[in-house]
């Protein structure tokens, strides 16, 4: 399959790295041959020094007849305008980065229908809508849905003190909707036994039906923890602007602090309840004056993954200790470090936007990919095909790759857990964690 990807940015290189690695035929166009040189020494792709706009590049024999063409250029118009050429020029399917929240909310169906565009990506939203789920849910360091809400995945870090700490898995009574599905330790992916346990700073995954998670979840608040009610914001960019409202709306008081003050009016005009306020972030007597040492939460939605960083490190030191600090990042690299020095949760708005491409280009059955520790590991909702051959056999019998655990799965609208006697079916829903280098070899067992 051939995948052509214009704009060779951030974004655009994140998409080209996981296409490449699954090994899809990958064309990458920029019209910044700087731009390209990162694409072209790292990644095995082939570059096109060319306006991805273009008719004329339309009909370069790499391009013409692609079956998905990927604009994640940084304006919505040129993203749009490669879009409607590429289904003109024989391109199957279109994948447009639209940036502008409130266009995308207005003329999202007029886009689909007169703009051939198949998936609309909006990286700032998607962030905002991540991070707003996983504030709504105490303890959470990642929280998904899969199967249309029939299915909730749990990330948590595993605390010092916790209930369920250096207990074997076999001795601890879990819900029966509920699983442990993988755990994160020193960089390592461990799909757990009954003999294995939580340590201490582990990252570990629960999935499960929605409402048994939820209580769950509930073992891994620390003591101090208290209700959301002030949440800090600094950066009042697209992300800043989409989280803010959706906070509000779930009775979250929030404050925005922005040094822009054209980025705070746009702000202003969205809150109700909320303030947004023109000033520095770094400014410690600023910081103290608005009430930073009550704040639950401190989000830093900055532009800058440095400032982003030292703003985090900033909040931690004028704050209470039970204050959460999120901070969104370009750089995937940077993860790890911002973990590692005591920022509670890392999102990569790069990652989150790069998954959802991913589970358009690989199709056949799959539903949905949320790539997990910074791309090492993923949760794929796959749908069973007729023919497959892990369909029809208990899964003790169906020889599946051991980089895989099938966690849960839907049939006819109810959830289950799996076991070794299960018998998957064609139409189920199943929802798989995967070593993401083995993610070829294991989703053959299912289409």
């Known amino acids: ?9 951030k974004l655009g290189y994140s998409i080209a790295e996981l296409l490449s690695n699954e090994s899809f035929d990958v064309v990458v166009i920029d019209q910044d041959e700087s731009q390209l040189e990162a694409a072209k020494n790292t990644l095995d792709v082939l570059t096109i020094a060319a306006n991805g706009a273009s008719p004329i590049t339309m ?3 790499d391009v013409k007849g692609a079956d998905i063409l990927i604009a994640v250029t940084a304006s919505d118009e040129v993203n749009m305008v490669a879009c409607i050429l590429a289904k003109k020029h024989g391109i199957k399917h279109t994948v447009a980065r639209i940036r502008d929240i409130e266009f995308l909310g207005e003329a999202k169906d007029y886009l689909k229908e007169n703009f051939d565009i198949d998936v609309m990506l909006n ?3 998607i962030t905002a809508s991540e991070i707003n789920r996983i504030l709504m849910t105490p303890a959470a360091l990642d929280v998904e849905d899969f199967a249309h809400g029939k299915i ?4 948590t870090k595993v605390q010092r003190h ?6 074997p898995l076999k001795d601890i009574s879990l819900p029966k909707g509920v699983l442990a599905g993988m755990i994160f330790r020193d960089h390592r992916m461990i799909i757990p036994h009954g003999d294995d346990c939580l340590l201490p700073h582990d990252n570990a995954y629960f999935i499960g039906i929605p409402e048994e998670i939820e209580k769950f979840s509930k073992n891994f608040v620390q003591r101090d923890a208290r209700k959301l009610h002030r949440v800090v914001i600094i950066g009042a960019g697209r992300a800043g602007r989409a989280l803010a409202p959706m906070l509000e709306r779930q009775g979250v008081h929030v404050k925005v602090i922005d040094k822009d003050r054209e980025r705070c009016r746009l702000m202003a005009e969205k809150l109700v ?3 947004a306020i023109c000033g520095d972030g ?3 007597d600023l910081l103290i004056e608005e009430g930073i040492a009550e704040a639950d939460v401190v989000v830093c939605l900055t532009e800058d993954d440095k400032l982003n960083l030292m703003l985090a490190l900033l909040a931690r030191h004028l704050s209470k200790s039970s204050t959460k600090t999120v901070v969104r990042v370009s750089r995937n690299e940077y993860v790890e470090l911002m973990e590692k020095v005591g920022v509670d949760i890392v999102l990569s708005a790069r990652l989150l936007s790069a998954s959802e491409v991913l589970a358009f280009a690989r199709r056949g059955g799959v539903r949905k990919v949320s790539l997990l520790e910074g791309a090492k590991a993923e949760a794929v909702e796959v749908v069973m095909q007729e023919g497959a051959p892990a369909a029809g056999k208990p899964l003790m019998s169906a020889n599946l790759p051991r980089e895989c655990l099938v966690c849960a799965y839907v049939r006819d609208g109810e959830a289950a857990i799996p076991n070794g006697h299960t018998v998957l079916l064609p139409g189920d829903r199943i929802i ?3 070593q993401i280098k083995f993610a070829q070899k294991v989703m053959a067992y299912f289409k």
Request: hydrophobic fraction near 50%.
């Open 1 to 9: 399959m051939r995948i052509v990807v214009v704009g060779a940015g």
């Open 282 to 284: 770094t400014d410690i």
């Open 162 to 167: 916790s209930p369920l700490a250096k207990i």
């Open 59 to 61: 009909d370069e024999p």
């Open 273 to 275: 309840d909320g303030i």
């Open 432 to 434: 798989l964690f995967i």
């Open 152 to 155: 909730r995945l749990f990330e």
């Open 123 to 125: 990286p700032e939203f």
